[in-house]
């Protein structure tokens, strides 16, 4: 079965860094999308950053675009999410989220069409 596992959640300052992990099992990692996705309290989730094994297009969403920086490492299974210059407003749960089969072109970021979910890590960044 198909497992996400993130890790490196906490507590920083405004302007601080962070770095999450999420440890990927279950599927064919060479074949397949996995990237970052967040929800505050009271909001919609949303997408941050994936990366496609498909074409090897990356996503990065307006809000995180120069701050966040997505990776692999494909032997282990493993996607990083460096999170640089953060915000208050960047305080949420963070998800990693896993497509393992792209049913449209370039569609492959996104709340709704990712097929499995790791159970998420909060980051809180206090002024």
């Known amino acids: 079965e198909v497992q996400l596992v993130e890790s490196g959640g906490g507590l920083v300052q405004a302007g601080g860094s962070l770095r999450l992990s999420c440890a990927a099992s279950?599927?064919?990692?060479?074949?397949?999308?996995i990237g970052w996705f967040r929800q505050a309290p009271g909001k919609e989730r949303g997408a941050l950053s994936c990366?496609?094994?498909?074409?090897?297009?990356?996503f990065y969403s307006d809000s995180v675009k120069g701050r966040f920086t997505i990776s692999t490492d494909n032997a282990k299974n493993t996607v990083y999410l460096q999170m640089n210059n953060l915000k208050p407003e960047d305080t949420a749960v963070y998800y990693c989220a896993a497509l393992t089969e792209l049913y449209h072109h370039s569609d492959y970021c996104g709340p709704y069409i990712m097929d499995y979910w790791g159970e998420g890590t909060l980051v809180t960044v206090s002024s």
């Open positions: 279950g599927f064919t990692f060479d074949d397949h999308a």
């Open positions: 990366i496609s094994s498909w074409d090897g297009s990356i």
